[in-house]
T-cell receptor
Framework: SQKIEQNSEALNIQEGKTATLTCNYTNYSPAYLQWYRQDPGRGPVFLLLIRENEKEKRKERLKVTFDTTLKQSLFHITASQPADSATYLCALVLEYGNKLVFGAGTILRVKS | SAVISQKPSRDICQRGTSLTIQCQVDSQVTMMFWYRQQPGQSLTLIATANQGSEATYESGFVIDKFPISRPNLTFSTLTVSNMSPEDSSIYLC??????????????FGPGTRLTVT
């Protein structure tokens, strides 16, 4: 069956450290993988996308890796800040269309 | 990026009634979607709202329960019909703006929090 899995447990880290979030998928062949941030009571906000032929993408303090062999993406936030506390969702863009399939998200808490 | 508004932002409804949610975008967009996010769960795509034709529904969602209109390229409505407590959820609209090469990044509205009693 098709699945997208993200860390089900909340990730608690100290301010200044690097947060690493994981997204694993099975039985999908995504053309792109996207990461979104969602704050309580708000809609998701797009952060980054990475294409199937890319290994790594960076944007300011954010870094995403994509391993299509392992079927895994890692999302890193360096020098984390309390303002980074939110739920982070990964989403697969399926190659036969523009349909997004979302993971359940990982709650990140950055403590000062 | 597109700015999306939704009305109402929240509502409490009686079972058996219907609620229509509006989604307004500040620019014309080709692709518009409706999602549901149940408490503590992931976003689930309900349907793609097609301008000028019937919406395309995902498995498990039917037109009689979730009729959708899209009269133009900036506006859509989702109706939740004959509601039951299981329909309590956040409903979100989203749009894709930009060419295919942009990777289909989506912009989401703020959501409508529905509680059915």
């Amino acid at each position: 069956s098709q699945k997208i899995e993200q860390n089900s447990e909340a990730l608690n880290i100290q301010e200044g450290k690097t947060a690493t979030l994981t997204c694993n998928y099975t039985n999908y062949s995504p053309a792109y993988l996207q990461w979104y941030r969602q704050d309580p009571g708000r809609g998701p906000v797009f952060l980054l996308l990475i294409r199937e032929n890319e290994k790594e993408k960076r944007k300011e303090r954010l870094k995403v890796t994509f391993d299509t062999t392992l079927k895994q993406s890692l999302f890193h936030i360096t020098a984390s800040q309390p303002a980074d506390s939110a739920t982070y969702l990964c989403a697969l863009v399926l190659e036969y269309g523009n349909k997004l399939v979302f993971g359940a998200g990982t709650i990140l808490r950055v403590k000062s | 990026s597109a700015v999306i508004s939704q009305k109402p932002s929240r509502d409490i409804c009686q079972r058996g009634t219907s609620l229509t949610i509006q989604c307004q975008v500040d620019s014309q967009v080709t692709m518009m979607f409706w999602y549901r996010q149940q408490p503590g769960q992931s976003l689930t795509l309900i349907a793609t709202a097609n301008q000028g034709s019937e919406a395309t529904y995902e498995s498990g969602f039917v037109i009689d329960k979730f009729p959708i209109s899209r009269p133009n390229l900036t506006f859509s409505t989702l109706t939740v019909s004959n509601m039951s407590p299981e329909d309590s959820s956040i409903y979100l609209c989203s749009v894709v703006q930009g060419p295919r090469s942009s990777g289909y990044e989506q912009y989401f509205g703020p959501g409508t929090r529905l509680t059915v009693t």
